[in-house]
């Protein structure tokens, strides 16, 4: 399912979120943002790693981190987000395209699409490309394939959501120092999951025979 989490402008994402979610989104970790007109992005497979990365995010820039949990492919380095959809766009997507899903374990639902759209803009400049995503007629193409999901690109000229729209988060929902920051989806992360989390190492061998 994965989690996509936007960091504002001013705004830092507090770690004890970010350990909460990584207890169901726990196969890789990536983000991206822009600087001076270039995007900078990295991606790793640890916690800390996260963790650290995470306290070093420039406070006046818009950064977006995505947190995986496979649905398809292998659990590598590789595999976690952003994808290179071509030279300066980049892809993370939160979500399972089934349709997209492959058999090749060194492939993923992800990568797929990043190669259809890396396709699809074949042939384009720089210029032509931003134009395409961030146009309705774009939008309207890739809404079947992506249908449930969301996606973020980012380019030279910041960022594009396709599809499904943000959910903010509530004071309520965790404390009031991540009041307001828009994450992915509301149901990877939070006490619930984390008390979830708890029954589900606790119950161990009925969680087996549940999936089974």
Not at 39 to 54: K, M, S, Y
Not at 160 to 183: F, K, P, Y
């Amino acid at each position: 399912m994965c989690l996509i989490i936007k960091k504002p402008l001013g705004r830092h994402i507090a770690a004890d979120f970010l350990e909460n979610a990584w207890q169901r989104n726990s196969h890789g970790w990536g983000c991206f943002h822009m600087d001076q007109g270039e995007v900078i992005w990295a991606r790793g497979l640890h916690l800390g790693e996260l963790i650290e990365h995470n306290a070093r995010l420039p406070l006046g820039a818009e950064v977006y981190l995505h947190l995986r949990r496979a649905t398809y492919g292998d659990v590598n380095h590789d595999m976690a987000h952003p994808y290179i959809v071509r030279q300066g766009l980049l892809l993370m997507h939160n979500g399972s395209i089934a349709h997209l899903a492959p058999q090749d374990p060194t492939v993923s639902d992800t990568s797929e699409l990043a190669r259809l759209l890396r396709d699809m803009l074949h042939g384009l400049s720089d210029e032509q490309a931003a134009r395409l995503i961030r146009s309705q007629g774009f939008k309207a193409l890739t809404a079947p394939l992506i249908e449930g999901s969301m996606v973020v690109l980012m380019d030279a000229q910041g960022a594009v959501r396709l599809g499904r729209d943000w959910h903010t988060v509530q004071a309520t929902d965790w404390d009031e120092g991540m009041a307001g920051i828009e994450v992915s989806n509301s149901h990877t992360w939070g006490r619930c999951a984390e008390k979830a989390q708890g029954v589900a190492l606790a119950h161990p061998v009925q969680d087996m025979a549940a999936i089974a």
